[in-house]
């Protein structure tokens, strides 16, 4: 940003977000002492900055401000899930009728793929994509409308997650495994590339999915659940202490993948079941892939901690999304991943992007922390 008055903003903006204050940029405005929201307004539908940069920013700033402890055999990773915006109408970019996670049902809404970096000292975003349905790949006079650039292509929500692993690991994560539910397991594109870069990985996968034994059999998933001996274990601490469940492990055709089964002691006939794989030189133990499979809950965490404003911040009230408002939309999970990034400690990053300026100010310096 050019000029000072447009990082003060941006900075206002910020820190709204990291306070909890209900997103929209009228309350925005108000905790910033602004006599109105244009200026809020403004930064999101006029401003001239490039979101790509300032996604660029969210890897360095997760791995500064979230280390994982040096004994921890699991190490840190990625765990990769997706939230949705439940939306009136239809002109608002990429909105389209599908399921929303959030009510378990059809919904009309905005999907968004997110990729949460995830070690000991807890949990924050660091990449994202908004996913276009079907029905806005071809509709260019819609996408003219909604603003969306001829250049943007549609991808699959596994391919994006590929996407996004491959940027947080190019950017120097040093990630270890990767965890996803069974919209991303399903995806053998996702796998195979998760085991080309070394990434061992744990992947939640439909009952009906196919496993071969090493008997050469091929069995249903679900199937499997019937031989196996289980065991109670814990996959981490909850709000409640211990999250205890009972699980099971059994060996495939391939000597690096496993199937793990869980089976909740309150709902013991709904199992769940994972496909897991780990590189060589990694254990493939029970107790290891649990672990990861109880590291993928802190992604949906992060939706409430973040304090995530999509629907309210980055879309007009006409429902158009103006073409600077997506950058409206990555500087809002700029905010949210930076006040969520310390919070097993209750310190929160924004306090260093106040102190040091957004990237690309040429005034305030980086946004990176310096320790």
């Not at 200026?39 to 979101?51: K, N, T, V």
């Not at 099971?248 to 013991?268: E, K």
Request: aromatic fraction near 10%; include cysteine.
């Amino acid at each position: 940003m050019a000029q000072r008055r447009s990082v003060e903003a941006a900075l206002d903006y910020v820190r709204g977000l990291a306070s909890e204050v209900t997103a929209n940029c009228w309350s925005l405005a108000e905790a910033a002492g602004h006599e109105n929201p244009y200026r809020m307004q403004a930064l999101l539908s006029c401003y001239r900055w490039d979101w790509t940069d300032l996604r660029a920013e969210l890897p360095a700033l997760a791995r500064a401000w979230l280390p994982c402890d040096e004994g921890d055999l699991t190490g840190p990773g990625i765990a990769v899930d997706e939230t949705a915006q439940l939306k009136d109408g239809d002109a608002t970019a990429c909105v389209a009728p599908q399921h929303a996670g959030c009510t378990g049902h059809v919904e009309n809404c905005l999907t968004t793929v997110f990729a949460a970096w995830v070690t000991t000292s807890g949990q924050a975003w660091a990449d994202f994509d908004v996913f276009m349905p079907g029905r806005w790949e071809k509709d260019w006079r819609r996408r003219r409308a909604a603003r969306i650039p001829d250049k943007v292509e549609r991808k699959t929500k596994p391919r994006l997650a590929i996407d996004q692993i491959g940027r947080l690991l190019d950017a120097g994560l040093p990630a270890r495994w990767a965890a996803f539910d069974e919209v991303y397991g399903r995806s053998g594109e996702l796998r195979r590339f998760c085991e080309s870069r070394g990434l061992a990985y744990v992947a939640v996968i439909p009952r009906d999915f196919r496993v071969t034994l090493p008997s050469g059999t091929v069995i249903k998933a679900e199937d499997a659940a019937g031989h196996a001996v289980f065991e109670q274990r814990s996959c981490g601490n909850g709000a409640k202490g211990p999250r205890l469940a009972d699980w099971a492990l059994t060996a495939t055709a391939s000597p690096r993948h496993v199937l793990l089964i869980r089976r909740l002691i309150s709902r013991p006939d709904d199992p769940a079941f994972y496909l897991c794989w780990s590189p060589e030189g990694t254990p493939a133990t029970m107790t290891y892939f649990i672990t990861i499979a109880g590291r993928r809950w802190p992604a949906e965490l992060t939706f409430k901690t973040g304090n995530v404003s999509i629907a309210h911040c980055a879309f007009f009230p006409s429902g158009v999304l103006e073409e600077s408002s997506l950058a409206g939309f990555y500087l809002d999970t700029q905010a949210a991943a930076a006040s969520a990034a310390d919070m097993h400690s209750g310190e929160f990053a924004t306090l260093d992007l106040m102190q040091n300026g957004l990237p690309g100010d040429a005034e305030g310096g980086g946004g990176l922390p310096q320790r």
